[in-house]
């Protein structure tokens, strides 16, 4: 390990939802984005991922207690220290609107032959409107139909329900 540095950068990182498509997720270089959801079902520990703004390799981000979030920002902003990507840079993470955009969950239909095939995503947005525009975004090629669009409950409202059982689309 690499003992903290005094001289880590401070970068921030905008929050913007990554598009995703068949042929995985497309990273926003110096970005980060809440973890999709075919990932957070694998590893539910990782919330977020950031793309490396030297590099783009994507980093997985799990919340750490000792991160700090500013809220005298109204969205919320957390700091994490020490931060090293692969490529050698170390620096301080600014992760901006960590809790501005809502968690909303899009249960939407696609078709196989005659059989339909239920899914649901999730993504980050500030209206439903919002939502449906970023998951269009990311499923241009693909023929679906969409269900409903909701905003989650309590994803980022209580930092200790960690394993995020409680979550529940309205
Ligand atoms: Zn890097």
Not at 6 to 33: M, N, Y
Not at 47 to 64: D, G, Q, R, W
Request: net charge neutral; hydrophobic share 35%; aromatic share 10%.
């Amino acid at each position: 390990m690499i003992s903290a540095s005094q001289s880590a950068r401070v970068i921030e990182f905008p929050c913007i939802p990554w598009k995703l498509d068949d042929g995985g997720i497309h990273p926003e270089k110096g970005s980060w984005t809440l973890t999709p959801q075919s990932l957070r079902e694998l590893r539910p520990e990782i919330e977020a991922l950031l793309c490396c703004p030297n590099c783009s390799a994507v980093m997985p981000f799990a919340k750490l207690p000792t991160d700090d979030i500013d809220r005298k920002h109204q969205t919320g902003v957390l700091t994490r220290r020490d931060l090293q990507c692969k490529c050698g840079l170390l620096f301080t993470a600014k992760l901006l609107d960590w809790d501005k955009r809502r968690l909303y969950c899009v249960a939407y239909e696609t078709f196989r032959g005659l059989e339909i095939v239920p899914h649901k995503e999730y993504l980050h947005a500030e209206t439903d409107v919002q939502a449906r525009y970023f998951f269009e975004q990311g499923h241009v090629r693909e023929r679906y139909n969409i269900v409903g669009i909701a905003p989650v409950v309590g994803y980022f409202a209580d930092e200790k329900d960690r394993d995020a059982k409680r979550l529940m689309v309205d």
